[in-house]
């Protein structure tokens, strides 16, 4: 279904403090936090503060590009604070077959043990 580009997420929440997370980085734009369910021993989300219409990388347009690259460049910061120095992966769901499931793009910072590709 159709995910209104308003709508409010539970990242809004995370943003406003209304709800705790473990922040391990933020500057002006970006929020980085420990995710609740990781998937690695290292696993963390970057999300932008104003979401500016982008519910997910598919609806990105040309005012986010500069966004998009601070979401990237603050990866390489996360990783490099947490200490990811054998390597790390970053990870963008889209949509249902993306396995989205939080309608606010956000960046997964994955590392701490061997990655392995293809991915399932
Ligand atoms: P997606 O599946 O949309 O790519 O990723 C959403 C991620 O958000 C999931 O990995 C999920 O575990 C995480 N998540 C969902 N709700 C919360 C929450 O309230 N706090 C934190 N820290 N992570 C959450």
């Known amino acids: 279904a159709a995910v209104p580009p308003g709508a ?13 997370a473990n922040v391990v980085y933020e500057d002006e734009k970006v929020l980085a936090f420990r995710d609740i369910a990781p998937q ?6 970057i ?3 104003v979401k500016d219409g ?3 990388l598919s609806k990105a347009e040309e005012r986010n590009i500069e ?3 601070h979401l990237l460049y603050s990866a390489k910061l996360v ?4 200490g990811l120095e054998d390597g790390f992966r970053v990870v963008i769901n889209d949509g249902p ?3 989205q499931s ?5 960046v997964h910072l994955l590392g701490g043990c061997q990655m392995n590709w293809p991915p399932g």
């Open 8 to 20: 409010p997420t539970i990242f809004d929440k995370i943003i406003n403090k209304e709800i705790p």
């Open 79 to 82: 990783a490099k604070q947490e």
């Open 47 to 49: 999300i932008p503060k």
């Open 102 to 106: 939080v309608y606010h793009i956000h």
């Open 67 to 69: 966004i998009l690259g």
């Open 40 to 45: 690695a021993p290292t696993h963390i989300l």
């Open 54 to 56: 982008l519910t997910g």
């Open 97 to 99: 077959q993306g396995c």
